[in-house]
């Protein structure tokens, strides 16, 4: 059975400090989605990144940036010089491809990111 | 472009009643998914829809269930609410749903937040 798990419950930094979250997966299909999602207040959650199981590359997109790594089964989390915008809580989750049924998304249980000023 | 709505954002019911929760998906996409959220269980998917039908089922009595319309909207219903019942029910749509080797995003709602008493 699929699984995601976020260890760090909680983090809290100070602004302009780099924080990194982690994620690791556990799945037995060799194709397979990885997401990240931003969840704020509001409850709405907010799409990040997807990443399929055959793209090892790491992503940047701004602050953000994304190191994908079969061999350990993580998909970690970094953002550099954090401002306190981006207090909220992130979710990793994982689709597995096969199996025909659609089994939604498998959500790791979040890590609440606290950015003091 | 107008993103996913559900409606109502907040309710009240109390044990035993039902509930009817709504769910708008972004124009032009055909999948409904629906999940979960508490703080015990985190997110958990309750099912997903695509052209009609339903794809699958996460695990959830038999006192939830759904339906999506011609126009790719989306209902879900709880019947003999359990104070447990409450929670985040949060609907995402995307355009192929998840499952199968074209998993998207999937762009969530801000949830529909149900209390039991």
């Known amino acids: 059975a699929q699984k995601v798990t976020q260890a760090q419950t909680e983090i809290s930094v100070v602004e302009k400090e780099d924080v990194t979250l982690d994620c690791v997966y556990e799945t037995r299909d060799t194709t397979y989605y990885l997401f990240w999602y931003k969840q704020p207040p509001s409850g709405e959650l907010v799409f990040l990144i997807r990443r399929n199981s055959f793209d090892e590359q790491n992503e940047i997109s701004g602050r953000y940036s994304w190191n994908f790594q079969k061999s350990t089964s993580s998909f970690n989390f970094t953002i550099t010089a954090s401002q306190v915008v981006d207090s909220a809580v992130y979710f990793c989750a994982l689709s597995e491809a096969s199996g025909g049924g659609a089994d939604g998304l498998t959500f790791g249980k979040g890590t609440h990111l606290i950015i003091q000023p | 472009k107008a993103g996913v709505t559900q409606t109502p954002r907040y309710l009240i019911k109390t044990r035993g009643q039902q509930v009817t929760l709504s769910c708008s998906p972004i124009s032009g996409h055909r999948s409904v998914s629906w999940y979960q959220q508490t703080p015990g269980q985190g997110l958990q998917f309750l099912f997903e829809y695509f052209s009609e039908t339903q794809r699958n089922k996460g695990n959830f009595p038999g006192r939830f269930s759904g339906r999506q319309f011609s126009n790719s909207r989306s209902e879900m219903n709880v019947s003999t609410l359990e104070l447990g019942d409450s929670a985040l029910y949060l609907c995402?749509?995307?355009?192929?749903?998840?499952?199968?080797?074209?998993?998207?995003?999937?762009?969530f709602g801000e949830g529909s937040r149900l209390t039991v008493l």
């Open positions: 995402a749509s995307s355009l192929y749903g998840t499952g199968g080797y074209s998993t998207g995003e999937l762009f």
